[in-house]
Structures are given as structure tokens and as C-alpha cells.
């Protein structure tokens, strides 16, 4: 089968903020270029997406210590004549199949990526089969991914054959450039303190930077097949494409309202690699005039240098630059998702091969 990769390329400005803490509670930074960055975890913008994935119900899964929970209330759900201790015993049963360590509380040792799916299936099972087959079991645990775990991946350490390869990478995003850490020093006043009583309730400091971001994901379509099937592949990108233009991490978004939307977007699909182009910014950008303008440029130089190690791709699409002279420029995002949508699904191959 023919590789296939969807590459998504985000440049994003980000003004005061703190979306994403350390350790300290300061906004996580990395080393890059001989310079320090700003820096957002993939997990943490993962998380985002998923979010958005529920707000707009895309079929989402749950990562959860309490699977075996929600399994025991799928059970009484189906069968109402079932009370806490059958339904618990027989949940035991099905974790017990699939090599699934279950402590005294009833929750796994690790969390525990499931679908709604699997859990309606797997109670299902449960209530048909007075014998449980690991196989069955297994076979359940594997199939009716959502789309987030399709995505996004699962690793079972009790039971590594359930894992589920991820089809999706996403990069942490880093600025363009050098930031430089600021902070902010703040006082409170009690509102309810007599009017002659000086001096403040509260202060503090909160940590934060601004940043102009590069973001970078990719999707492995073959892979996102594999884990669901051809339709629901095509529709499952542009879904991840879209909600993962749109969303934002909200660390300290009361504080800074800080939630803005890409300047630039650009979605290449390419039948040989992957191609993450943070490379344009090793050297970090200098600007007295904004880092958004000198940033798309620097990167779409890079694309067009990496052409001559990659084969041509089969797509470039540009949000953002209506005069781009290195992909087919679109006017909004919805024609973006529409084109991508077209074009993977004249090279999709119309096959479940999960089956």
C-alpha cells in the first residue's frame, strides 16, 4: 500500500499568556537555536483537540483509572435487573480476559484509553456469553475506536496486544524566536476590609511570555484506516485538521483572554514522508516589526527547500497568503477542510483493513 501523509503547518501569535505551566508555574520554554523558546507540550494541545472533538461531538473516548466503572454502569444501562455486585463480578470477568489488572477500588493501574463503543460492546458481550473468549474480548478492545484514540494511540502495559498504534504525531510548538520571560506582579484588595485599613489582602507574581508559534502535526492515513476505516479516515483528518487549527490550551485563559486564531496555515499531502519544518527557525527570527510576516516567509522557504530531498507532494494547500506561489491558496477554512477532504478521497483506498 501507498504511504500517506497529511502534514499540518501552523503559524500562530500568542500575546501575554501562560497556556502551558511547568513544574513551577511558569510557561514551559525549550533550548532551540542556541536560544530559549516558548514552548507548548504536545500533550497539552492534544488535550485541546479532544476537547474541541467533544464540543462538537466527535466521537471521543475516555482515559480513565475507572473503565471498569464505567463498564459495570454500561451493564446496568442494558440490563436494569442487574445489581452493583453482578454487574461488578461480571466486569471482573471481562477485565480478567483481557489480562487487565484490576486493584481493590476496581480501577487499573494505569489509565486506560476506551471508546464508547467498545464499552456498549463489551457489556454487550458480557450479558450474551455466560463463557468469555480472550480473543472476543480482545477483538472488542480493538475495534469501534474513537477518534481520539484512532488518533492518538493507547498503550496497555498489562496487555500489550491492546495497544493501538497512533496515527497522528503532533509536535510541541515552539516560537519562532527568542523569548524573553516577564512577569507579572500583582496586588488584592479585601472588598469587605474597613475603608481607613491600608495596605494589601493578597500579592503575587504570574509568570508569562508572548510568542509568535510553530505548530506542526502530521497524520498517518494509513494508519487511521487501519485503526478505523476508509470514510471515517477522510472525515476523521479533516475533523483533527480543523479543531486542531482552532483550539488553544487554557492554561490561564481567564487571566489573559489570550485565545487567538492561526495567521498561517499550510496542509501538505505527500505519499513519501512526513516533513516537519521547524528547521526554518533554527536560526530564531529578528524582527522590530512583528515576527508573523518574517516567519511565513522563512517557512515557506524552507518547504521549497526540502522539495529537493522529498518527492513532489500530491497536495499544498495555503490559508493565509492569498498570493502564495507554493501551494493552491484557499479563502477560508472551510474550503481548506473541503479540498483536503476531495483529495484524500481520491487516493484513500476504499478498504476497511481492519477487518
Known amino acids: 500500500m501507498t504511504n500517506l501523509y497529511v502534514d499540518l503547518n501552523v503559524l500562530q501569535t500568542v500575546p501575554s499568556s501562560n497556556i502551558n505551566r511547568d513544574d513551577t508555574g511558569a510557561p514551559k520554554t525549550a533550548f532551540y537555536g542556541g536560544v530559549t523558546r516558548a514552548r507548548v507540550s504536545s500533550q497539552s494541545w492534544k488535550k485541546a483537540v479532544r476537547d474541541r472533538f467533544s464540543k462538537e461531538n466527535v466521537a471521543t473516548g475516555k482515559r480513565t483509572k475507572k473503565a471498569a466503572t464505567l463498564l459495570a454502569d454500561e451493564l446496568k444501562t442494558l440490563d436494569p435487573s442487574l445489581d452493583d455486585d453482578v454487574a461488578m463480578g461480571k466486569v471482573g470477568d471481562i477485565f480478567k480476559a483481557a489480562s487487565i489488572k484490576l486493584n481493590k477500588e476496581n480501577e487499573t493501574g494505569a489509565l486506560l484509553f476506551v471508546s464508547e463503543g467498545q464499552l456498549r460492546k463489551l457489556a454487550q458481550y458480557a450479558l450474551d456469553n455466560e463463557e468469555l473468549d480472550k480473543k472476543d474480548v480482545k477483538k472488542v478492545l480493538k475495534g469501534d475506536q474513537s477518534l481520539d484514540l484512532a488518533l492518538f494511540g493507547r498503550m496497555v502495559a498489562d496487555n500489550p496486544e491492546l495497544n493501538v498504534d497512533a496515527s497522528a504525531q503532533v509536535a510541541h510548538a515552539v516560537s519562532t524566536h527568542e523569548v524573553i520571560p516577564e512577569y507579572d506582579y500583582f496586588t488584592a484588595v479585601d472588598d469587605a476590609q474597613a475603608d481607613d485599613t491600608t495596605g494589601a489582602a493578597m500579592l503575587g507574581t504570574i509568570d508569562y511570555n508572548s510568542a ?16 478505523l476505516n476508509s470514510e471515517d479516515a477522510i472525515h476523521g ?103 483536503v477532504t476531495e483529495t484524500l478521497s481520491k487516493v484513500v483506498p476504499d478498504e476497511n483493513t481492519n477487518d
Open 237 to 339: 483528518a479533516a475533523d483533527f485538521i480543523k479543531d486542531f487549527v482552532l483550539s488553544m490550551p487554557t492554561g490561564k485563559q481567564n487571566t489573559f483572554a489570550n485565545k487567538t486564531l492561526p495567521s498561517y496555515v499550510m496542509v501538505t499531502i505527500r505519499t513519501d514522508t512526513p516533513v516537519n519544518l521547524v528547521s526554518a527557525f533554527e536560526n530564531p527570527v529578528h524582527s522590530d516589526g512583528g515576527y508573523v510576516e518574517p516567519s511565513i516567509k522563512r517557512l515557506d522557504d524552507e518547504y521549497d527547500r526540502t522539495k529537493s530531498f522529498v518527492e513532489e507532494p500530491l497536495a499544498n494547500f495555503i490559508l493565509g497568503k492569498p498570493d502564495s506561489q507554493i501551494g493552491d491558496s484557499v479563502a477560508n477554512l472551510s474550503e481548506l477542510l473541503d479540498k
Open 212 to 227: 509568535t508559534l510553530y505548530r506542526y502535526a502530521n497524520v498517518n492515513m494509513n494508519e487511521l484506516v487501519y485503526n
